[in-house]
């Protein structure tokens, strides 16, 4: 069983306060990996940005359409998300993981239509060789715009397709895909089933937010669950968690 979780950013960070990382979050999903990562095969962990990514693009405007060629942006931004990459390998390392970074702007473009390209090779050699790969959110090189911001939902699509992963899980601040009553909608299989009460989170985040995240999710060959932090050892344990999306 190989497995894909992102740690979103709203997990792993207080978002409200620049350069901040969320130590209690953090390490309690540190922990809930150590407890679980002998269990399953493979597992590829990949971050969000939170108040170390965004606020440092948003200076530079800088988003995965609107790019920069301004170095020391690249360098800002970049910088930041290793600081960030650096304190989640740091907690993971503390639960005995056997974690190691992967930088996305090491590895991954986008063409002059954006479309992202990601090599995955070297995640699927550590992995066979018993490591656990951390990637996260980062400025990667884009065709005609400098660079742009890859956000951790697509890497987990392009991981999750690159690795032959057997299940994926987006680990976020919300316990699940909400109904117009705050319940936890269990299961969603298409996207109209869900339309009426995502259409407006469409309209106000422009990197995607939950309805961007479903429609990656039902496109991708595996099932992949939105759950939230307390969540996160049940779902590598294999348990139903949150929302699936099939
Ligand atoms: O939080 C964004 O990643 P996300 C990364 O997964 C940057 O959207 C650099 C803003």
Known sequence: MTVVLKLGGSVVTEKDRKETVDGESLDAAAAAIGDAVNDVD???????????????AAAYGVSTTEGTHDTEGVLAIHGAMKTLNTFVLRRLREHDVPAVPVHPLSAASRD?????????????????????????????????????VVSGD???VELAQGVDADRVGLCSAV?????????????????????NVLGASDATDVTGGMAGKVRALLDLDVEASIF???????????????????
């Open 42 to 56: 493979g597992l590829v962990v990949v971050h969000g940005g939170g108040s170390f990514g965004h606020p440092n």
């Open 112 to 148: 002059t239509g954006g479309e992202l390209t990601l090599p995955v090779q070297q995640v699927r050699t550590l992995l066979g060789e018993g490591f656990v790969p951390v990637l996260h959110g980062d400025v990667i090189a884009h065709a005609g715009e400098g660079v742009t």
């Open 154 to 156: 697509e890497l987990v």
């Open 175 to 195: 316990p699940g895909v909400l109904d117009e009553n705050d319940d936890v909608i269990p299961r969603i299989d298409a996207y109209e089933d869900v339309a």
């Open 228 to 246: 939230d932090l307390g969540s996160v050892g049940p779902f590598l344990a294999g348990e139903p968690v949150g929302t699936t999306i099939d």
